[in-house]
């Protein structure tokens, strides 16, 4: 059974940098290349976000970090 106080979180874009994770957190998070399949990123008003994709070959290629609750 998962534990349900674990989170599996997909860093894209910016946030997965090492220097961005320093200067926002202060640390670098741990996290393993992953990808997102049937996913594109498209723009929002202030950030990209990602959204269902009309082709299934679309991906959002990231980090997989796995948190727990406060960590971040």
Known sequence: ???PTV??????GTPHLPEVQLSQL???L???PDALP???VG???TRPATRLSRCPA????????TT???SL
């Open 7 to 12: 989170h599996h979180l997909l860093s894209y």
């Open 43 to 45: 723009a929002r008003a």
């Open 58 to 65: 679309n991906t959002v290629a990231g980090w997989m970090r």
């Open 30 to 32: 741990d996290g393993s």
């Open 26 to 28: 202060g640390r670098l």
């Open 68 to 70: 727990v609750p406060g």
């Open 1 to 3: 059974m998962a534990d």
């Open 38 to 40: 049937g996913h594109r």
